[in-house]
């Protein structure tokens, strides 16, 4: 079994900044491409970074230049580092990462369970 643990969430003022982390463990072979979404009050979820294992990294054009995806592959962790925070930017929070479980050979994608993001005005 593979569990996913998130934490780093939280309540920040507008122009704060929040560091969310993401870990991996159990029955693990191999991860591969690792990625954060998020989804807002009566939105639907939305993919806003990713990175691939050799570290390219890619953004939605909202969190471009104020947030920042990196990855520890030894300790299967995924990291968003969270600057000059917005109210839009409200959301829950999830990492994802596609993992090839011990005894297996196609790549999972595993989810964390959420963590909750809340920017005041």
């Known amino acids: 079994q593979v569990q996913m643990a998130e934490s780093g969430g939280g309540l920040v003022q507008t122009g704060g900044s929040l560091r969310l982390s993401c870990a991996a463990s159990?029955?693990?072979?191999?991860?591969?491409?690792m990625g954060w979404y998020r989804q807002a009050p009566g939105k639907e979820r939305e993919l806003i970074a990713d990175?691939?294992?050799?570290?390219?990294?890619k953004y939605v054009d909202d969190v471009k230049g104020r947030f920042t995806i990196s990855r520890d592959n030894v300790k299967k962790m995924v990291f968003l580092q969270m600057n000059g925070l917005q109210v839009d930017d409200t959301a829950i929070y999830y990492c994802?990462?596609?993992?090839?479980?011990?005894?297996?050979?196609?790549?999972?994608?595993?989810w964390g369970e959420g963590i909750s993001v809340t920017v005041s005005p």
């Open positions: 990175i691939t294992y050799e570290g390219a990294t």
């Open positions: 159990g029955s693990i072979f191999s991860v591969h491409a």
């Open positions: 994802v990462m596609n993992i090839v479980p011990n005894h297996g050979n196609v790549g999972l994608d595993y």
